[in-house]
C-alpha cells in the first residue's frame, strides 16, 4: 500500500505565494516521475508541473515562471513553490507519483487526496 498526503493548502490574495508538499510512503522501492495536477469547479482535471526522476522538469504554460517543483528522493516527497498567485489558480491541487512498489515489479500511478487553494481578496 503506498500513500500521498498533500499540504500547505489555504487561501491567499492575489500575488501572494504558497508552497505545497506531498509525502509519499508505505512499500516504495523507488519513485520514477513525481507531479502535481489541478481541478476547478466545472473543469477537467489538467497538468500543473511534473519532475522526473532526474529533476527534469516540466510545467502547463499558465504556470511557467510563476510556479517550481522540486523533490527530496530522500524524503519521497514533491514540492510546488506557487508565486504571483491568481484567481484563475484557485482549484484542488493533487500530487501523484510513478511508484515501483519492489523491485523487478511494474509502476504504479498513485493520487493524494488532494488540498484546496483559493486565491482570493
Known amino acids: 500500500q503506498v500513500q500521498l498526503v498533500e499540504s500547505g493548502g489555504g487561501l491567499v490574495q492575489p500575488g501572494g505565494s504558497l508552497r505545497l508538499s506531498c509525502a509519499a510512503s508505505?512499500?516504495?522501492?523507488?519513485?520514477?516521475?513525481m507531479g502535481w495536477y489541478r481541478q476547478a469547479p466545472g473543469k477537467e482535471r489538467e497538468l500543473v508541473a511534473t519532475?522526473?526522476?532526474?529533476?527534469?522538469?516540466n510545467y502547463a504554460d499558465s504556470v511557467k515562471g510563476r510556479f517550481t517543483i522540486s523533490r527530496d528522493n530522500a524524503k519521497n516527497t514533491v514540492y510546488l513553490q506557487m508565486n504571483s498567485l491568481k484567481p484563475e489558480d484557485t482549484a484542488v491541487y493533487y500530487c501523484?507519483?510513478?511508484?515501483?512498489?519492489?523491485?523487478?515489479?511494474?509502476?504504479?500511478?498513485?493520487w493524494g487526496q488532494g488540498t484546496q487553494v483559493t486565491v482570493s481578496s
Open positions: 519532475v522526473s526522476s532526474g529533476d527534469s522538469a
Open positions: 508505505g512499500r516504495i522501492f523507488s519513485i520514477n516521475a
Open positions: 501523484t507519483a510513478e511508484v515501483v512498489r519492489l523491485r523487478g515489479f511494474p509502476r504504479n500511478n498513485y
